[in-house]
């Protein structure tokens, strides 16, 4: 059995955030899920199992409008998504930690990297097929219907599965404010980008141009030939397991 605690961090708006937190020694492994996704899904489950092998410390986390969090979805975007990840990591895990975020959690990760950099708190990066600027993306793809829906109700719903997609011109307005794409992303801590190249959902040259952005020297992207977008296979998690133990074990912090 997990020695996890669960917690709830109640935003200044009342919404309560759900976090669970692993003790051990630093830096904090902090899982950050994609868009729609959770803290129960199998990365994160097994990176729980190896910081408990390991004696690390880890979080995970729920945005609002996802998993065990308060709030609604439709009123959540990339920005607001960002705070609460902030918020959590402040208030649990103060110390240095190591960012592994998934999908849209790879945006979140590298702005909470930027966040923070003040602070020096950030030891490391693992992005698995990080989206930053999705929203773009989605915008880009959108029919002419839909376009005009957005720009009249401030809103459209897209099929998607498992359930339909809300898209608010908020989430659109805040994910190009949060853009990171147009020029130098100022992350200096070693940087590690996983991406599969038979991802339908980002394209694999993403991590690529990712690693020409970040300003860090010490950036390797490795690239699954036969891996999907989620990278969620046991070949996967451990070819992510591998990576993370690297860089952990290049670090020098101590609980």
Not at 23 to 48: E, H, N, Q, W
Not at 55 to 75: I, K, N, P, T, V
Not at 115 to 139: K, N, Q, Y
Not at 160 to 166: H, I, K, N, R, S
Request: proline letters at 5%; glycine letters at 10%; charged letters at 20%.
């Amino acid at each position: 059995m997990s020695n996890e605690t669960l917690h709830q961090i109640t935003r200044p708006d009342g919404i309560r955030l759900a976090a669970r937190h692993l003790p051990g020694r630093a830096p904090t492994i902090v899982f950050l899920p994609g868009l729609r996704s959770d803290m129960t899904g199998d990365k994160a489950r097994a990176l729980v199992a190896f910081a408990e092998a390991r004696g690390q410390a880890m979080l995970r986390l729920d945005y609002s409008g996802h998993g065990e969090s308060g709030g609604r979805f439709d009123e959540g975007s990339v920005a607001v998504w960002r705070d609460d990840a902030i918020a959590i990591i402040d208030a649990l895990a103060p110390g240095p930690v190591v960012l592994v975020g998934s999908s849209m959690g790879g945006w979140i990760a590298l702005m909470v990297a930027i966040g923070l950099a003040g602070e020096a708190r950030v030891r490391g990066l693992v992005g698995i097929a990080a989206a930053p600027d999705f929203t773009r993306e989605m915008v880009a793809r959108l029919p002419p219907i839909a376009l005009e829906a957005l720009a009249r109700d401030g809103r459209v719903v897209l099929p998607a599965e498992p359930d339909p997609l809300v898209l608010t011109s908020r989430a659109v307005a805040d994910g190009e404010a949060c853009s990171l794409m147009d020029g130098p992303i100022a992350v200096a801590c070693p940087v590690r980008l996983l991406h599969g190249q038979r991802d339908d959902v980002v394209s694999w040259k993403t991590a690529l141009e990712i690693a020409k952005l970040v300003t860090s020297e010490d950036c390797v992207v490795t690239l699954v030939k036969d891996g999907d977008h989620r990278l969620s296979r046991v070949q996967d998690i451990g070819l992510l397991q591998a990576v993370l133990q690297s860089l952990l074990n290049g670090q020098t912090a101590s609980s």
